[in-house]
């Protein structure tokens, strides 16, 4: 079973920047696509960005152009780089495979946009 581990989330001003690191246990990882997700209060939890085995990438429109996925797979870690932060991406950041997710999701880390 994957263990996922996410980091990096904190309190950012409105157009600032924070970086999510995300490890992931097990040589699964290098072979699957993976994304962030994010799940606000009182809504349901999207996928915002992936990126796939090869390394190809894709966004949602919400974030597209303000955030980069990336991975390593020899430290089986995926990142979001995230600027230009808005109010509206406050939430819950995890990550897991995509499109189909693992069942098992790790804790998240809480990211919070605000003056």
């Known amino acids: 079973q994957v263990q996922l581990v996410e980091s990096g989330g904190g309190l950012v001003q409105p157009g600032g920047s924070l970086r999510l690191s995300c490890a992931a246990s097990g040589s699964i990882f290098r072979s699957v696509n993976m994304g962030w997700y994010r799940q606000a209060p009182g809504k349901q939890r999207e996928l915002v960005a992936d990126?796939?085995?090869?390394?190809?990438?894709s966004y949602a429109a919400s974030v597209k152009g303000r955030f980069t996925i990336s991975r390593d797979d020899a430290e089986n870690t995926v990142y979001l780089r995230m600027n230009s932060l808005r109010y509206e991406d406050t939430a819950v950041y995890y990550c897991n495979r995509s499109p189909n997710a693992w069942p098992s999701w790790g804790q998240g880390t809480q990211v919070t946009v605000a003056s």
């Open positions: 990126i796939s085995s090869g390394g190809d990438t």
